[in-house]
């Protein structure tokens, strides 16, 4: 079965712009969490979805959410970007919540 | 805050070695999970540990999760070259409905041989 897509793999952007990252999840998969990865602090917890709503969150500043789909996909975006935004940004689906994840590619963010 | 601590984050050994990788924490977690990461690709599930000294085996791959679910150890027997990767734990903290995994500090392996 196909795996957990994301879209787009490189995307660079320049500071104060805003970005929308693209999830599709295992098919049947009910939740979708975020992740940032970044070599100084690895990888945190963004927000987790299921069944459209966003069941958790971490402790990333509001420039940063998301939304999940009647499909389950799901999308994040972060505005005014600052260079610090710069990360792996990784999306992780399961079937239930809090059950073993499967990771998409991730999209590699660098703004400039 | 970093809720878990891998040793050693570095570890470069011949194959045929045997290494051990720990995961600490003062949490308690619902569940324990083990991923294995390559450069330019998501972690990939290895497997997971919901019970206090539990353990579980996956070919080479020795996992166990405390008595206490704040720990975790990985010990990958006769270690070859295709299980170089970074090697992360990642605990679930479950509230309701809801969940979360706090992921560790990472471990680097490399097997050279």
């Known amino acids: 079965k196909a795996g957990v897509t994301q879209t787009p793999r490189y995307l660079i952007k320049t500071r104060g712009q805003q970005v929308t990252l693209s999830c599709s999840p295992i098919s049947g998969h009910r939740s979708v969490s975020w992740y940032q990865q970044t070599p100084g602090q690895g990888l945190q917890f963004l927000f987790e979805y299921f069944s459209e709503t966003q069941r958790n969150k971490g402790n990333f500043p509001g420039r940063f959410s998301g939304r999940q789909f009647s499909n389950s996909r799901s999308e994040m975006n972060v505005s005014t970007l600052e260079l610090g935004d710069s990360a792996l940004y990784l999306c992780?689906?399961?079937?239930?919540?809090?059950?073993?994840?499967?990771f998409g590619s991730g999209t590699r963010l660098t703004v400039v | 805050t970093q809720l878990l601590e891998q040793s050693p984050q570095f570890l470069s050994i011949q194959e045929g070695e045997n290494l051990t990788v720990y995961c600490n924490s003062s949490s308690v977690f619902s569940s324990l999970q083990w991923y294995r990461q390559e450069p330019g690709e998501g972690p990939v599930l290895l497997v997971t540990v919901v019970t206090g000294g539990e353990v579980k085996k996956l070919k080479r791959l020795t996992f166990q999760f405390g008595d206490a679910r704040k720990d975790s150890s990985l010990h990958i027997t006769a270690a070859q070259p295709g299980d170089t990767g970074l090697y992360l734990c990642a605990g679930a903290l479950s509230a309701g409905t809801a969940s979360k995994l706090t992921f560790g500090t990472g471990t680097r392996l490399q097997v050279t041989l």
């Open positions: 992780a689906s399961s079937l239930w919540t809090g059950t073993g994840y499967t």
